[in-house]
Nanobody, 126 residues
Framework: QVTLVESGGGLVQPGGSLRLSCVAS???????TTWFRQAPGQEREFVAA????????YYGNSVKGRFTISGDKGKNTVYLQMNSLKPEDTAVYYC????????????????????WGQGAQVTVSS
């Protein structure tokens, strides 16, 4: 069992920055740790993922060039640095991890993940 806890959400003006953190505890051994987001009335959207073997990173088209995912294996922590935030980035951001068998082609699909955090609200508004 893996427990994920997000922190760092809040209210920010357009053009501003925030950094989210996701700390994992328990039987960690995931191949990927991923950020998704969900706005009211919309489906959960892939944001960014990191593969622990090699620290490869992957991004959704809507955040590419603005968001950066990074990880610290020793601290079991993943970060999402969000810059140049836009009102359309407003959502609940979720951290997710797989059970150790995730394949690359599946990382964009929320239903493929085994563990989820409780979510962190990010609101971009003036």
């Amino acid at each position: 069992q893996v427990t994920l806890v997000e922190s760092g959400g809040g209210l920010v003006q357009p053009g501003g920055s925030l950094r989210l953190s996701c700390v994992a505890s328990g039987r960690t051994g995931s191949r990927f740790t991923t950020w998704f987001r969900q706005a009211p009335g919309q489906e959960r959207e892939f944001v960014a993922a990191i593969r622990w073997s090699g620290y490869n990173t992957y991004y959704g088209n809507s955040v590419k060039g603005r968001f950066t995912i990074s990880g610290d294996k020793g601290k079991n922590t993943v970060y999402l640095q969000m810059n140049s935030l836009k009102p359309e980035d407003t959502a609940v951001y979720y951290c997710a991890a797989d059970g150790g068998r995730m394949i690359l082609s599946s990382i964009y699909t929320a239903s493929q993940y085994d563990y989820w955090g409780q979510g962190a609200q990010v609101t971009v508004s003036s």
